[in-house]
């Protein structure tokens, strides 16, 4: 159970970190409003013409007496939007990744080489290109595994008393394992580690990952919150990565793009102070 304390406090030192470098978190909140801009518009479009693609889909309730044919549609169209919704949370993280993966590969070193007893970050020593194209496979069969579970669960809400208490619950811990994933994978594939060995980390301590994710995804249900969390998200989860490899990590007392020059200036004004 000291689990789930240390993942969600992974998830606070993340924030934490973005807030101390004012522009790495600039830079990491680009994706996400991009991304966000694509889904708000696929969900306003969902919202005006879901009812004509059900009306389309469905022309056997066309001869159907009122006001069945009407509740009928009406309750797909619901449920059409519902798992949209379901969908759009599921997938975001993976898509913004996708986006902005220079974004936060730059992200997620800055965070290795400040927390570093030695100031370095590892590099997987890929190209560009070839990063980008693990990262969309990767992304893809997490997404796809994401939409399996969410099918199930799906189906079992209709499941009287259980649906209705113990498969939410469930689908929160799901969302929350999958989004772990996805925002580890910027750290992990840095270190040439494939998917199937992340989910083998992740599965050995899965009440760490429930602590980090399963708060982030409540919080993501939330409209906009999502965007703004991403870049604190991807530096709490780099530090998340390093737990589970077993990476020594040292006081974040020291800015990596503080100018040397300025940090000697203020090292000297210390000591000037010190001095009787």
Do not use: C
Not at 119 to 124: Q, R, Y
Not at 202 to 207: A, N
Not at 237 to 266: F, K, V
Request: aromatic letters at 12%; hydrophobic letters at 50%.
């Amino acid at each position: 159970m000291r689990d789930l304390g240390v993942g969600f406090n992974y998830l606070v030192h993340g924030q934490r970190w973005v807030a101390r470098h004012g522009k790495q978190y600039g830079f990491g909140l680009v994706p996400g409003l991009i991304t966000l801009v694509l889904y708000v518009g696929a969900l306003v479009g969902l919202a005006l013409y879901g009812e004509d693609f059900v009306t389309w889909a469905t022309p056997f309730a066309d001869d159907w007496s009122s006001p069945w044919a009407g509740l009928f549609r009406g309750f797909l169209t619901a449920v059409l939007f519902a798992l949209a919704l379901l969908l759009a949370v599921l997938t975001f993280t993976a898509v913004t990744l996708l986006i902005g993966q220079p974004f936060y590969e730059n992200l997620s070193e800055k965070v290795d080489r400040d927390v570093s007893p030695d100031g370095t970050a590892p590099e997987s020593g890929l190209p560009l290109w070839r990063e980008l194209w693990i990262s969309a496979r990767d992304s893809l069969r997490i997404v796809v595994r994401a939409v399996l579970w969410a099918t199930l669960l799906f189906a079992l809400g209709f499941v009287p008393f259980i649906g209705q208490t113990v498969v939410p619950v469930i689908g929160f811990f799901v969302t929350g394992f999958f989004l772990t994933e996805e925002l580890t994978a910027v750290a992990l594939q840095r270190r040439r580690v494939d998917l199937r060995e992340r989910l083998t980390l992740l599965r050995s301590r899965k009440m760490l990952v429930w602590g980090f994710g399963t708060p982030l995804g409540l919080a993501f249900l939330i409209p906009f919150v999502a965007v703004f969390l991403m870049p604190g998200a991807v530096a709490g989860a780099t530090l998340m990565a390093r737990d589970l490899l077993g990476e020594e990590t040292g006081e974040e007392d020291h800015d990596p793009e503080a100018d040397p020059e300025d940090e000697s200036a203020a090292d000297a004004s210390t000591q000037e102070g010190a001095t009787p």
